[in-house]
């Protein structure tokens, strides 16, 4: 993997930790003020699902270049491609 691919990923990884942070966030204040009587549990629980989701998609994209795809595994084994 090239240094310039690394850093495309790296600026996907963010950028989707700083959307996914947000909504969450907004989520939680939303759930807080409207149903939970302006408790900060709901805020808390929003970011850190915002938060995982965003470190579990950047997991995945950093290992995709050194995980076998899916279609592959598949076409391997049945030898029936397209």
Request: with cysteine; charged share 20%; hydrophobic share 40%.
């Amino acid at each position: 993997m090239s240094e310039k691919e690394l850093g495309k990923k790296w600026d996907r990884c963010l950028a989707d930790g700083v959307i996914k942070l947000g909504t969450g966030l907004g989520l939680g204040i939303v759930f807080s003020v409207l149903f939970f009587k302006r408790r900060t549990w709901p805020i808390s629980l929003g970011s850190g699902a915002g938060l995982g989701m965003a470190y579990a998609n950047c997991q995945n994209n950093l290992r995709s270049h050194y995980l076998q795809h899916r279609i592959e595994a598949v076409c391997f084994r049945t030898a029936s491609c397209w």
